[in-house]
């Protein structure tokens, strides 16, 4: 017999054939975020600027961003955290996306150098149950594992005692490995060896490309054009650059790199030439002969003018009353330390602060200095590979302190802000005493010719950055102390235009912490201009803008392999299927009871 055409028979085998093929568990690739919620850090520090990918890596990374927000699930929450030498919550956990893309598209770029331990800790505090933070009264998020995404070009280095607890992080490189780049890494002013009535401007250039270059260098005076040259430098190298000021006594000095390249936040420095009085030095000693004659060199004359005395005058009324007024602008503490912190910069050696961010370990026998920052005003140009030591104490410095001098037993120097001013902190005794009271030398180094360098440039630099008057460059970001006997309040006026009044703090001192942009300075009181300070990049690792798209980033013990494309993964339909066959189900039902016949 001719079968009958039956709907309900047509729907029963429909609903078969989509139930074997749920069960055959069909699938496609794609995109993947696994797990149900993330965090995302994203990279807005100054190499973040670059244009190698178009139009900026900024803009590179948050489109990256996006690409994964598209991919989240329903119910699934993330965080948006963006970091530069510090960190903040653009966006806490949600799982609105579109609050996550506001909170994306609001991140906007710094000239600030790159750290990722600040966003780490704030990312694991929202990971880890055991180190869960709250601001306020309200906590951020429950402690639960997080994929954590880091968006950044790779420039900070490596993080060092961390661990990652229930973070499973992935590095997502944003631009190009073999980018080049020339940027200006000093530029300062000093007196002329051979006519100390005349300045002169030195500046320092770095080439971070594969290939020589010949760049045009541009030198200003208050605006107006005073030299022209070309600079070659070759591949990878440094090159150093001097011009003749003559007998100018005042001014703003700008050099400017011309020749364009996708960096252009360092091809710019500037520097303040003001009429500049010697800082004042306090020094605290029970005798250190090698320090004391490394502080009475004509190099170190030019900078400071030193006052001694002895421990035991640390506890008299009228010290402790010159240290609270700020009196001096740098006090070294030779094996000693007071009881509370002056209002001043310190140098501390073979001691530590009374603060509670540092600390020292027991005495270790011969570190050995393997590494020091040539970057740094205090270290650059300081050669220490010939430097012994017999005993030194590694240090524990305070989050945000910059290392100096490392050894492979620890830090051996290191220099912290604290409140507008900073603390330089040296972990080896010069001499020490035996049980006989008798001084013996602890290292070689003040026999080295670079220990007088070393102790100048320390003088220098504590000098003109405590006083904007002897022309004090700063970092993006760093607080700025200024000085002033008047009772009329001051106003800075940033290199954009604005104003800013500084309310004062003490007796004689201003802070102002407001130095995101790149120029120059200009503090007034009662309506005149009495100083000015300036604010330079001045980062090697910010100007070598070559992008670490390969290999790895080492968080802690963890090497964390860049990924430069999502990993793939097979998306599934069989819960689809199911539900369709749920639906033919209920039509054939429907259809049966209803006693519809083809």
Request: some cysteine.
């Amino acid at each position: 017999q001719r079968m009958r055409q039956s709907l309900l028979l047509f729907l029963q085998l429909l609903l078969l054939a989509i139930v074997a093929l749920a069960l055959l568990r069909p699938n496609w690739e794609g995109g993947r975020l696994a797990g149900d919620r993330y965090i995302f850090l994203v990279d807005n520090s100054a190499s973040m600027n670059a244009t190698d990918v178009v139009p900026t890596r900024l803009d590179e990374a948050k489109r990256r961003v996006e690409q994964l927000l598209d991919q989240m699930d329903s119910g699934s929450k993330g965080m948006i955290i963006s970091f530069s030498d510090t960190a903040q919550v653009e966006q806490s956990y949600t799982d609105n996306v579109q609050e996550l893309r506001r909170a994306l598209a609001a991140i906007r770029p710094t000239i600030h150098s790159t750290s990722l331990d600040e966003a780490l800790r704030l990312a694991a505090g929202l990971a880890n149950p055991s180190t869960s933070i709250e601001i306020g009264n309200a906590q951020l998020a429950e402690p639960l594992p997080a994929k954590l995404y880091i968006l950044s070009d790779g420039r900070f280095p490596d993080v060092r005692g961390f661990s990652l607890g229930n973070l499973e992080p992935e590095f997502v490189p944003i631009g190009m490995a073999d980018a080049a780049n020339v940027g200006i890494i000093a530029f300062t002013t000093g007196r002329s060896e051979l006519h100390p009535d005349q300045l002169q401007a030195f500046a320092r250039l770095e080439n971070h490309g594969a290939e020589p270059v010949t760049v045009n260098l541009e030198l200003y005076l208050d605006g107006q054009l005073l030299d022209a040259r070309h600079s070659k430098i070759a591949a990878g190298e440094a090159a150093s650059e001097a011009f003749g000021l003559g007998s100018v006594d005042r001014g703003v000095l700008r050099l400017a790199v011309t020749t364009p390249d996708v960096f252009m936040q360092d091809n710019q420095a500037w520097a303040v030439i003001n009429p500049s009085r010697r800082a004042r030095v306090l020094l605290v000693t029970s005798g250190n002969e090698p320090l004391q004659r490394a502080l009475t060199v004509p190099s170190a004359q030019q900078w400071a003018e030193v006052t001694e005395i002895k421990p035991d005058a640390l506890k008299n009324p009228e010290q402790k009353k010159l240290a609270a007024a700020g009196a001096f602008d740098l006090v070294i503490y030779d094996r000693c330390r007071p009881e509370q912190m002056p209002q001043a910069n310190t140098w501390f050696i073979g001691a530590v602060p009374p603060l509670a961010d540092w600390s020292a370990s027991d005495p270790v026998v011969q570190p050995q200095i393997i590494d020091s920052d040539r970057s740094h005003p205090i270290t650059q140009g300081i050669e220490l590979g010939d430097v012994d030591v017999l005993e030194g104490r590694p240090l524990k410095a305070p989050p945000g302190a910059t290392r100096l001098i490392d050894s492979n037993k620890g830090i051996l120097m290191a220099i912290s802000p604290r409140e507008g001013f900073e603390d330089a902190v040296l972990g080896i005794d010069l001499l020490k005493t035996d049980e006989h009271g008798e001084a013996y030398a602890n290292t070689n180094w003040p026999i080295k010719l670079s220990f007088p360098l070393f102790v100048s440039n320390l003088l220098q630099y504590f000098g003109r950055n405590q006083q904007a008057s002897a022309g004090a460059s700063y970092h993006p970001g760093q607080p700025v102390v200024l000085r002033s006997d008047s009772a009329a309040p001051l106003v800075v006026r940033t290199p954009s235009g604005e104003s800013a009044e500084i309310p004062r703090s003490r007796q004689s001192t201003f802070n102002f912490a407001q130095t995101d942009q790149l120029g120059v300075y200009e503090v007034r009181e009662a309506g005149k201009a009495t100083q000015q300070f300036a604010v330079n990049l001045f980062d090697s690792r910010e100007s070598d803008i070559r992008a670490r798209t390969e290999g790895s980033i080492k968080i802690g013990f963890s090497e964390v392999t860049a990924q430069s494309r999502w990993e793939p993964a097979r998306r599934e339909i069989w819960k689809f299927l199911l539900v369709l066959a749920l639906g033919v189900l209920l039509f054939e039902w429907y259809i049966y009871n209803r006693r519809v016949y083809l």
